[in-house]
């Protein structure tokens, strides 16, 4: 048995025993900046098929569902091969519920009414077109080496964050940390951000530890090429372009 943060995990992996993880991609209707956003056309299908499809290519998920409250995000999910077994309650479905309130209605309504349980959870995003199978799997073998508790997709800052500014009360433009203005970008610390596109957890020790910081975390580092926010049509139109040279490489 290995400890992660005082919390004791068993190996699955050197036992040789049998593990089972479920895919959930969260997908809630209602996008207003853009309509549809979810489903919209992506390159030449609804963007959440990217997920669905990385999902079952990696070959590592027993499940594979889409947790929405819009029945149109559901058929499309299942045209796609993904599950719905059920819609999100209304408490997960408004514009203040988090990631981790949704996670935690899956698991709960797979352990207590569908009686299933799995060992491993990755959440991934439905507008997250340069996640991949291979990218999926090799988190899933950072997460099975037994001394970490979850995954991140993360990006490197494209500029350093030490040398940023600040706008004070009277307008005027300050460093936010002065020492390092002379600092070569080189010479600092990379700084990285989360890229929004799956997180792979082990499910024990996750829902055992509310608290993220709490765990052992391990990044999987992106390019700046594989991430896009998509908050606007301009993002939207950047990640095309970003996915169709990706797809050149």
């Keep these: 048995m290995s400890m992660a943060n005082g919390v004791g995990k068993i190996c699955y992996k050197k036992r040789g025993l049998s ?12 996008s207003k900046r853009i309509p549809k956003k979810n489903i919209k056309e992506f390159c030449g299908k609804p963007i959440i098929a990217y997920s669905i499809e990385s999902a079952f290519a990696s070959k590592i998920f027993t499940e594979v569902m889409v947790s929405t409250d819009d029945p149109e995000i559901a058929d499309i999910a299942i045209q796609y091969g993904a599950k719905v077994p059920f819609l999100r309650s209304n408490e997960t479905s408004d514009d203040f519920s988090t990631t981790r309130d949704v996670l ?24 997250a077109p340069f996640v991949s199978a291979k990218k999926l799997r090799e988190a899933y073998d950072m997460l099975k080496d037994c001394k970490i508790d979850q995954v991140i997709t993360v990006v490197q800052f494209s500029f350093p964050p030490q040398r940023g500014f600040i706008i004070d009360s009277a307008g005027a433009l300050r460093y936010k940390w002065p020492e390092n203005q002379r600092k070569r970008s080189q010479d600092l610390e990379p700084f990285y951000h989360d890229a929004g596109q799956f997180y792979f957890f082990d499910a024990e020790v996750f829902y055992k530890q509310k608290q993220t910081t709490e765990l052992s975390i391990k990044p999987y580092i992106l390019s700046d090429l594989e991430v896009q926010d998509i908050d606007n049509i301009e993002d939207w139109q950047i990640a095309e372009i970003k996915y169709q040279l990706a797809q050149q490489r």
Excluded: H, N, Q, W
């Excluded at 593990?19 to 209602?30: E, V, Y």
């Excluded at 009686?115 to 991934?124: A, E, G, H, L």
């Design 104 to 127: 935690d209605e899956v698991v709960a309504t797979y352990k207590t009414k569908l009686k299933r349980r799995f060992d491993y959870v990755c959440c991934i995003y439905p507008t």
């Design 19 to 30: 593990m089972s993880a479920i895919a959930i991609i969260t997908a809630r209707g209602g």
